[in-house]
């Protein structure tokens, strides 16, 4: 009796391969962010929920700083990754300080975060030229993506930057539904579910 070749089979030794390798480049592309040089960057004053907050400050009592760009109440997208922050938030603490920066006011990014239980730092770029600096100034919108900075002997340095969009790597939403015989389907993030 001869067996025929499971055209699944074949798929599924495809899909390994193709994520192996995705594996292999995620970690030649963490290599080679490594490699960038540090630029210096001046200490921003942003405002934050309590009055004024400089980026020193949002490192806490870390040395590392891993810095969200969001585009604030108004991008449904932005709110969808904001909400998947709420469960890696402490680990991430842990590891480095983490914070949310938007055009927001302090009082909208307040009301916002308190509606969705959000527990993260946030401050407002809405008084400073923070966004135009790093790239994250569109044409008429602010670009979502993360930084990411160091603090030594009084300066600060940013190191590396990504920007967000649908099936980046800054969401597990969307390696789910890949993972559906549809995909996406169409699907877009709502404001309650």
């Not at 603490?93 to 993260?120: G, L, Y």
Request: proline share 5%; aromatic share 12%.
């Amino acid at each position: 009796m001869i067996l025929t070749p499971n055209p699944q089979n074949t798929i599924d030794e495809q899909v390994l391969a193709l994520e192996k390798e995705i594996a292999e480049k995620k970690t030649e592309l963490r290599k080679l962010r490594t490699t960038l040089p540090a630029q210096e960057a001046k200490d921003y004053v942003f405002d934050g929920w309590n009055g004024t907050v400089k980026l020193s400050e949002l490192f806490g009592d870390k040395n590392e700083l891993i810095l969200v760009s969001n585009m604030g109440k108004s991008c449904r997208y932005c709110t969808l990754w904001a909400d998947n922050y709420n469960g890696i938030v402490k680990p991430l603490n842990d590891r480095a300080a983490f914070a949310v920066v938007s055009p927001d006011s302090p009082e909208v990014q307040k009301e916002f975060a308190v509606s969705r239980s959000w527990n993260f730092l946030m401050a407002s770029h809405q008084n400073n030229s923070w966004a135009n600096d790093f790239g994250f100034s569109g044409d008429d919108h602010i670009m979502p993506g993360v930084l990411s900075f160091t603090k030594e002997n009084g300066k600060i340095y940013f190191h590396s930057r990504t920007y967000f969009g649908p099936g980046d790597n800054y969401c597990n939403m969307w390696d789910f539904v890949d993972l559906l015989p549809k995909g996406v389907n169409g699907w877009i993030p709502k404001y309650e579910y």
